[in-house]
């Protein structure tokens, strides 16, 4: 039988580790009791966007440290293990899902990692699409809810039946945040790619990033 082209969205992959009993039994424990695919995607979702706090100022690039099966063990992480630990939830309800990638300008509410980036874009920002009734929908499964309430945007939520995928104003009308650049999407994440982009937009932290060890930025 000819594989799908979405086929290939429904296996594990290094980071993706779908297979890892761990993530496993985080979907089984965040989805039960709910009978529709529509009802445990939302649920995933969810314990995914608000049941691990954002934190971009804890970084661990190991290779160990990025994959899903280890996210699931603490209550934080940044946007790519988020988005990686949520599509790596998807395949196992058996929804092809992947990675994607941009290059995001901030407005507000990051003076302090700006001050430590040289940078008001932030790198590589990772979010999460699935192939839902014959087509792909961006979900960004990131930023909490109570920290979009202390920036003043609102959350993004979990839907359907459009792309999900930033917060382009917050709740004054005020420029938020946009998107520069876009990578494309990816069945796992783009280890090296990801590595030699950041190298190359915050050159005085290239070191850190090469070593692929914890760096803690507060």
């Known amino acids: 039988m000819q594989e799908k082209i979405t086929d290939r969205y429904l296996k594990p ?3 993706t580790n779908s297979d890892h009993p761990d993530v496993q039994d985080f979907v089984i424990e965040k989805t039960k009791g709910h009978e529709h695919l529509e009802y445990k995607l939302n649920a995933l979702y969810y314990a995914v966007r608000d049941g691990f706090k954002y934190d971009p100022y804890t970084l661990d690039f190991s290779k160990e440290a ?3 099966s280890h996210l699931v063990n ?6 790519v293990e988020k988005s990686c630990l949520f599509v790596a939830g998807a395949r196992i309800l058996g929804v092809p899902a ?3 990638f941009a290059n995001v300008r901030n407005h507000i509410g990051t003076a302090k990692l700006e001050e430590i980036l040289q940078t008001n874009t932030l790198v590589f920002h990772g979010y999460a699409e699935i192939f839902w009734n014959d087509r792909w929908l ?3 499964p990131v930023f909490n809810e109570s920290l979009c309430h202390m920036l003043n945007v609102e959350p993004l ?7 999900s995928i930033f917060q382009e104003y917050d709740k004054n009308g005020g420029k938020f945040m946009e998107y520069t650049h876009q990578y494309g999407h990816f069945e796992d994440i783009p280890y090296e790619l990801f590595m030699s982009e950041l190298a190359a937009h ?7 990033f090469q070593d692929g060890k914890l760096i803690k930025l507060k």
């Open 13 to 15: 992959g290094y980071f």
């Open 66 to 68: 990025m994959r899903a």
């Open 74 to 79: 603490r209550d934080y992480g940044y946007c």
């Open 98 to 100: 992947r990675l994607g």
């Open 138 to 140: 961006k979900l960004t």
């Open 157 to 163: 939520a979990f839907q359907l039946d459009d792309d």
């Open 202 to 208: 915050y050159p005085h932290l290239a070191e850190n």
